[in-house]
């Protein structure tokens, strides 16, 4: 059921019920009133600085409430300060009051940033938009970084639901997406103008969920160094293309997903002897090689294959490596092959 079908039902169902319990419109009025606050409240909570301020307030509220309670059991007992209640009823209860408010204003406001309430919203939050929440030793937090975000393929993949929980893009990201937007090399400013497309449309997109935050590291200058900072805070894992990065993170025990690892161990795999169809488009480095590619990429070598390029043949695997970029599959004609066969 989608969060506003529920957040209505409450509004109402809180209205209908004040009206019948004490049979007053006004009654049913108030009772309106008070869910309607209660559900902006709670709209706040998944808003990162909104959320501060609301739980500084809630704060402030716990600490008023522990202080009154306090000064209500002092209240109570048969000792000195009872006897001098023009004391305790002065500057006394002003310190207890200020002091347990403002130190409950102020542990509302650096709690909301511990990982124990932002996994509390943000549990909730994945449900209300149709992700399952991560459990046990993960929160579902994912950072991306630049180089993921211009690549583009984090939105189809987390249109599939392959990758759950949310997405945390930091301010200070943008800043690096934004610096490439407004570069003065053509290339680079498609690039960062894509990024932005990519991000508007993962924000849109129902089935994901996508926070900008604007935690920052102001003691470190690198944005990779950055990210790996915000990821071990918060157990987060971070998403990218970057090899170096994705090696620092390691390092420091940050998990990190790599898209290009992803796609080459999705990779359809073929073995020595399978005929497989490819279009030859250029020469290859050695003699009479051809090159062509697979529809996902991969790099096919055809011994021979020169006199063929332009054209779509059939060619028998011979062999196939991996390597850190991805896979190369060699090759030879088919019908060479079988020539080759029946002449034997």
């Not at 129902?206 to 200058?221: K, L, N, Q, R, T």
Request: hydrophobic share 45%.
């Amino acid at each position: 059921m989608q969060i506003w079908v529920i957040r209505i039902i409450f509004v109402v169902g809180s209205t209908v019920t004040c009206y019948l319990i004490t049979k007053d419109l006004i009654d049913g009025f108030v009772g309106f009133i008070i869910a309607f606050i209660l559900v902006i409240i709670e709209g706040l909570l998944h808003v990162s600085k909104a959320r501060k301020y609301v739980a500084s307030v809630v704060g402030l509220v716990f600490g008023l409430l522990i202080s009154w309670g306090g000064l209500y059991l002092l209240k109570q007992t048969d000792s000195i300060l009872i006897q001098n209640e023009l004391t305790l009823s002065g500057l006394i209860q002003v310190s207890i009051i200020l002091g347990f408010g403002y130190i409950g204003m102020v542990g509302g406001y650096y709690i909301s940033e511990s990982v124990p309430i932002v996994r509390l919203f943000n549990s909730y939050r994945y449900t209300q938009m149709g992700t399952p929440y991560a459990t046990n030793d993960s929160n579902g937090f994912k950072l991306l970084d630049t180089s993921v975000i211009i690549d583009g393929r984090i939105l189809e993949i987390c249109e599939t639901q392959f990758i759950d929980g949310t997405l945390l893009i930091p301010r200070f990201v943008l800043n690096e997406l934004q610096h490439i937007a407004d570069s003065t090399d053509i290339l680079r400013r498609n690039k960062g103008r894509r990024g932005f497309d990519i991000l508007r449309s993962l924000q849109n997109s129902p089935s994901i969920a996508v926070e900008i935050i604007e935690e920052d590291v102001p003691h470190v200058e690198e944005v990779d160094a950055k990210l790996v900072h915000l990821a071990r805070k918060h157990y987060a894992k971070i998403i990218t293309n970057d090899l170096n990065l994705n090696k620092v993170a390691e390092l420091q025990g940050v998990t990190v997903l790599n898209i290009n690892e992803l796609a080459n161990a999705i990779r359809p795999i073929v073995v020595a002897g399978e005929i497989i169809q490819v279009h030859l488009q250029k020469v290859g480095k050695e003699p009479n090689q051809g090159v062509g590619y697979l529809d996902d990429g991969t790099m096919v070598i055809v011994e021979d294959g020169k006199s063929y390029i332009g054209q779509t043949i059939d060619v028998v695997v011979t062999q196939m490596l991996r390597t850190s970029t991805g896979q190369m599959i060699f090759a030879r004609n088919a019908d060479e092959s079988s020539s080759e066969k029946g002449f034997r």
